[in-house]
C-alpha cells in the first residue's frame, strides 16, 4: 500500500538513497533540503521525487513545510525519515557553544520538530513510520565529535521512548545506525585515513548508500510491524553492540 513518506536531507548522499528506495517501495515521498538547491533540482530532475526546503532546526519552519508536504502529497504524512544531519567537529576543549548547538539543533531536535506535527495525525489513522538516522559513532562515541556523538547518542534514546508512546497507535519508531558509507563526504577522507578505517571494518569495504535506503524501506513497510524501539547497526562489523 501507497504510503505518504518525507525524507529530511533526502537530496543527497544517504538521504537521496532512503529516498529512492521508499519510491521504489511505491510510496509516494517529499525530499527535504537546506540549502544546496542546484543539487536538489538535479535529484528531482532525475528520480521525480519532489524536493521542498526549509529547516529542521526550527519548530515553525517543520510545520510550514510539512504542511506544504501534505499538499504536496495529497495528505497526512505517514511516514517521516529524520536523516538530516551535520558535522562541526573538533576537541571539546576547543569546541565553541556554536558548534555545540549547531549540531544539537540539527541533529537532534530536529527529531521533535518534525515528529511532533505529524504525530496527532498519525495516531488518528492507527499508522505510521518514524526512522530516525543515528551513527555508529553515537553508539561508541567518536575523538572529536563530543557534539555529534551526543546528538547521535539522543537519537537512539528518543527512538526507545517515543516507540513506547505510540505502539499501541500502530506506530513504530525505529533507528538505523550507519558505519562508514561510500558518501561524498566519506569520498574526502584523505586516502590513507580511508585505508585504516577500511582495515577495521570486518567485511573489509565501506557501506554503500543503497544499502541504507534499503534497510530504512523494510522499517517503512507493512512487514515490519513488530519491529519498534530498535536500532539496526549498518557497519559492516565494525562496531557490535548487545
Request: hydrophobic residues 45%.
Amino acid at each position: 500500500m501507497a504510503r505518504r513518506a518525507v525524507v529530511t536531507g533526502g537530496t543527497r548522499g544517504i538521504g537521496a538513497a532512503i529516498s529512492i528506495a521508499l519510491k521504489q517501495a511505491g510510496h509516494d515521498v517529499v525530499a527535504n533540503f537546506a540549502g544546496n538547491a542546484e543539487a536538489a533540482k538535479a535529484f528531482t530532475d532525475q528520480t521525480g521525487i519532489a524536493a521542498l526546503k526549509w529547516d529542521v532546526g526550527d519548530f515553525d519552519a517543520c510545520a510550514a513545510g510539512l504542511k506544504e508536504a501534505e499538499d504536496t502529497l495529497g495528505g497526512g504524512i505517514d511516514i517521516v525519515v529524520n536523516n538530516a544531519g551535520i558535522t562541526r567537529d573538533g576537541m571539546f576543549h576547543k569546541m565553541t557553544p556554536e558548534a555545540w548547538n549547531d549540531v544539537i539543533r540539527v541533529d537532534l531536535t530536529s527529531l521533535f520538530n518534525m515528529s511532533r506535527p505529524v504525530i496527532d495525525g498519525m495516531r488518528e489513522r492507527g499508522w505510521g513510520r518514524i526512522v530516525n538516522i543515528s551513527s555508529i559513532n553515537g553508539q561508541k562515541g567518536q575523538m572529536g565529535q563530543v557534539n555529534y556523538s551526543a546528538a547521535k547518542a539522543g537519537v537512539i534514546g528518543f527512538t526507545k521512548a517515543l516507540a513506547q508512546e505510540t505502539a499501541r497507535k500502530g506506530i513504530t519508531v525505529n533507528c538505523v545506525a550507519p558505519g562508514y558509507i561510500d558518501t561524498d563526504m566519506v569520498a574526502a577522507v584523505p586516502q590513507n585515513v580511508l585505508d585504516q578505517i577500511i582495515a577495521g571494518i570486518p567485511v573489509n569495504r565501506l557501506g554503500k548508500a543503497d544499502e541504507i535506503g534499503k534497510a530504512v524501506a523494510f522499517l517503512c513497510s507493512e512487514d515490519a510491524g513488530f519491529i519498534t524501539g530498535a536500532t539496526l547497526s549498518a557497519n559492516g562489523g565494525q562496531y557490535m553492540c548487545g
